[in-house]
């Protein structure tokens, strides 16, 4: 595979919308922006009109992030979240899908579930289920999760050790895809009126799979859907993470802050998937991206300006303290960056600073919290249309990514900024899909069909390839 050329022949664009079924995903206190609907994000409302917006302007995919336990690292309770809305409430991400599609043709849905707590054979149903009713265009975010209180209110005393999470989600994949590809055969269902055999039962197979953590011997419960086997991405960036994505992956979400570390990372992740016996471009890569936009660069200005007004850091700096799990309550908010005694503090500031370009500046605790409020972990853009999109093809040229993960400031503002301002700017310049590919998600992204292709991991399990 290689990866997509707009009709000039020039790379093209890709982008995924980032949300999060709650009030507070990236951007902790914009919730109170006069614009901002992010309160709604409970309606079915909300979704439907997000959804229209970003078939609107072509966006390949909806991201919805997700956890499953409070971030309670900060102040070592969940007090801190709960005042700011970081992240909670929070709702299911899987029972948003159904609405959206009913209202659009061909948006993407990347949806997040772990493989910690919920055991594969009835997971795999639920999947299955909703490439059915989107026609094949789901895609799951595979994570093992990172929130001890997650673990803690399932039973377990704590998570896993953290390879031997990945060791556990290796297994809870090889028995999903030997339930979605290897258990029916494509033509297992006759549906014959005349004889009355709905299906052959001779094309459906027992699994038979019995490994270190699960025994799944039966057969699926549903027939085959567009894609057997929906769009896998996962966003691990440690070594043993790199490894999985390498395995199994067709989409990677990255969130550093600079060019500089995008470009490693995305190195990495195309030498795992080599490894791995695929082509390194078998896999999309979506970098992180917040964009503030405009009629011209003042405008753009003036929102970003206004934007910071209504950060929150508190609600920053719980974020922060559950992606890093380090307490950063335990420090005066404008106590200096550099009095702070933790390695992993000093190497995420350092990014920070690079990225914000003040990079002689001794950054404080709040000023770190305030960073985030306005995009979360990863770089802003702010400019008119031109710019963002000038600034978005040199992230891909120097980067090598395939497109951009879209977080919100405000929501949906953000996206309808972006389809009004920006994506015009990168179809007039060669960048960006004028219309969508008719199919799949999966077919959508790689133009090479529905399924999963022979070179990948799970395509061992396929019936209908033998």
């Known amino acids: 595979m290689s990866y997509p050329t707009t009709p000039q022949g020039k790379r093209e664009i890709l982008f995924n919308a980032f949300d999060m079924n709650c009030v507070v995903h990236q951007s902790p206190g914009l919730w109170r922006h006069p614009e901002d609907r992010a309160r709604d994000y409970n ?12 078939e609107k302007g072509l966006f390949d995919g909806l991201f919805i992030a997700d956890v499953l336990g409070p971030y309670d690292v900060y102040g070592s309770s969940p007090e801190a979240a709960l005042r700011s809305g970081a992240q909670i409430p929070l709702q299911d991400p899987f029972l948003l899908v ?145 490894a999985f994505a390498g395995k199994h992956a067709e989409a990677v979400f990255i969130n550093p802050p600079t060019k500089e570390l995008a470009k490693k990372s995305v190195e990495r992740i195309r030498q795992a998937v080599a490894e791995a016996g695929r082509d390194p471009y078998d896999v999309r890569i979506f970098a992180m991206q917040t964009i503030v936009t405009g009629e011209d660069d003042a405008a753009a200005q003036a929102k970003y300006d206004e934007l910071t007004r209504y950060v929150d850091p508190e609600g920053g700096l719980v974020l922060m303290s559950g992606w890093m799990g380090i307490d950063l309550s335990q420090f005066d908010l404008d106590q200096p960056i550099g009095d702070v005694k933790s390695n992993a503090i000093q190497s995420t500031v350092e990014t920070f600073q690079k990225a914000s370009g003040r990079e002689d500046e001794a950054w404080t605790v709040r000023q770190l919290a305030e960073w985030v409020g306005v995009g979360g972990f990863g770089p802003v853009i702010i400019g008119d249309g031109g710019s963002a999109a000038q600034q978005l093809i040199e992230w891909q040229e120097e980067t090598d990514v395939d497109g951009f993960n879209l977080a919100y400031h405000i929501t949906p503002g953000t996206f309808e900024d972006i389809v009004e301002y920006v994506v015009p700017q990168l179809q007039e310049l060669g960048r960006y899909k004028t219309e969508y590919t008719p199919g799949t998600l999966r077919h959508k992204l790689f133009g090479a069909g529905d399924h999963l292709p022979e070179n990948h991991h799970g395509a061992q399990y396929q019936l209908r390839r033998r």
């Open 98 to 242: 159904s609405a959206m599609a009913a209202v659009t043709e061909n948006l993407g849905f990347g949806i997040t579930a772990g493989t910690a707590y919920e055991h594969p054979y009835p997971f795999a149903r639920r999947l299955s289920t909703l490439d059915h009713l989107t026609s094949g265009r789901i895609g799951w975010n595979v994570v093992t999760g990172y929130l001890p209180s997650a673990a803690q209110n399932m039973g377990q005393e704590d998570q896993m050790e953290h390879d031997r999470r990945y060791d556990h989600a290796d297994e809870y994949m090889d028995v999903v895809y030997k339930l979605l590809e290897g258990s029916w055969e494509d033509d297992a269902v006759v549906a014959d009126k005349e004889t009355g055999l709905f299906t052959d039962p001779s094309k459906v197979h027992r699994i038979e799979h019995e490994g270190e953590f699960f025994k799944t011997p039966g057969i699926s419960v549903v027939e085959p859907s567009p894609q057997r086997m929906p769009v896998v991405y996962q966003a691990g960036a440690s070594t043993r993470g790199r």
């Open 43 to 54: 309606t079915i409302g909300y979704w439907t009109h997000l959804a229209q917006t970003l």
